[in-house]
């Protein structure tokens, strides 16, 4: 079977190609996995920040009923001592129950008070844990990202060299040949510009999207002399010898 001789380099020039989409896919790849360790690590931060937050707001409730806690004992004080000194039973009881009303409002608060360091030693908990999970995150990815960027400085290297390669399979192409080339590549995703054709006993279908190539474009491959495209993903046409 007769391609145009063109299409032996651009199959060198696919192939080289096709290699160059390979590392710089792995070099993407590679910075995937540390860009996912920094994003672990800034949404650890932010929950850092938000139970901080929540410490904070505490503490600031804790005062509160603190303070609360001591008007209370300074009003049960003066009571006590004005108690010594009424003269009828009537005041002394309006002043006991008083009294005995402020101790009940003083046990609610030493409940809410303790309620609160409860909750308070579970946020200190889940700081600690936050603490770990986070040196834990920073060690991966400092150990990580040395390993990583040797293994992306070497893959870059190797793109260097396809490309020098690429250079070189290029400079034996004419350049509307190449121009068509980059046009087809430029449009797909897994940068390929040439397709082969499947024959069987019954059909000829284009490998690249897997439409049907009709026999007299088959035949003009065979001719040789003119570079045929898919009508359907208008890759290059060609048979395999
Ligand atoms: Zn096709």
Not at 56 to 84: A, C, F, G
Not at 97 to 102: D, G, L, M, R, V
Request: glycine share 2%; aromatic share 4%; charged share 35%.
């Amino acid at each position: 079977m007769n391609n145009n001789p063109i299409i032996e380099k651009l199959k060198e020039l696919q192939e080289t190609d096709i290699k160059i989409n390979a590392l710089n896919k792995l070099c993407d790849d590679k910075s995937a996995t540390l860009n996912q360790i920094k994003e672990n690590i800034q949404k650890l931060q932010k929950k850092m920040e938000e139970i901080k937050q929540r410490a904070k707001q505490l503490k600031i409730e804790i005062d509160k009923k603190d303070l609360e806690l001591k008007s209370n004992e300074e009003k049960t004080k003066k009571l006590n001592i004005h108690l010594n000194t009424v003269k009828t039973n009537k005041e002394y009881s309006v002043l006991s129950n008083e009294i005995k009303s402020i101790k009940a409002d003083s046990d609610i608060i030493e409940d809410v008070i303790l309620n609160y360091f409860g909750q308070s030693e579970t946020i200190q908990k889940e700081i600690k844990d936050l603490e770990t999970a986070i040196t834990g995150e920073n060690n991966k990815f400092n150990l990580l990202s040395v390993e990583v960027d040797k293994e992306i400085c070497h893959i870059k290297k190797e793109i260097e060299n396809f490309c020098q390669i690429r250079q070189e399979n290029m400079g034996r192409i004419d350049s509307e040949t190449l121009s068509k080339y980059e046009k087809i590549i430029s449009n797909k995703v897994d940068k390929t510009a040439l397709a082969k054709v499947n024959i069987t006993d019954y059909s000829f279908t284009c490998q690249g999207c897997h439409m049907d190539v009709t026999p007299q474009q088959v035949n003009e491959i065979m001719k040789g002399k003119e570079l045929v495209c898919c009508k359907t993903c208008l890759r290059i046409l060609y048979v395999d010898k």
